[in-house]
């Protein structure tokens, strides 16, 4: 069974740092990328970053020169170092994991993380 744990969430004023961390845990073969996600009252879903197995990252505008996504040196965890935090940043931010493969060729469904909130005060 495939997991994704996050942490890191919590309450900011504006112009302040989090970070966000998200481990999958599970017998994972391996992992084509790794992202975070974020969700708005009212609003959809939308991709704030994500990174690749190969190290390529992906950027939504929105956060781009203010967040940075990274792997760490543990085997399928991911972070997200958040600077120059904004009001409109205020959202459930969710991990997301796609390509889960258990073995070669076996591939299960993509998974997600329980959300952590992140608010930003004015």
């Known amino acids: 069974q495939v997991q994704l744990v996050e942490s890191g969430g919590g309450l900011v004023q504006a112009g302040g740092s989090l970070r966000l961390s998200c481990a999958a845990s599970?017998?994972?073969?391996?992992?084509?990328?790794m992202g975070w996600y974020r969700q708005a009252p009212g609003k959809e879903r939308e991709l704030v970053a994500n990174?690749?197995?190969?190290?390529?990252?992906n950027y939504a505008d929105s956060v781009k020169g203010r967040f940075t996504i990274s792997s760490g040196n543990a085997k399928n965890t991911v972070y997200l170092e958040m600077n120059s935090l904004k009001p409109e940043d205020t959202a459930v931010y969710y991990c997301?994991?796609?390509?889960?493969?258990?073995?070669?060729?076996?591939?299960?469904?993509?998974?997600w993380g329980q959300g952590t909130q992140v608010t930003v005060s004015s």
């Open positions: 997301n994991a796609e390509g889960i493969y258990l073995a070669p060729g076996v591939r299960m469904y993509d998974h």
């Open positions: 599970g017998s994972i073969f391996s992992i084509n990328a």
């Open positions: 990174i690749t197995s190969g190290g390529s990252t």
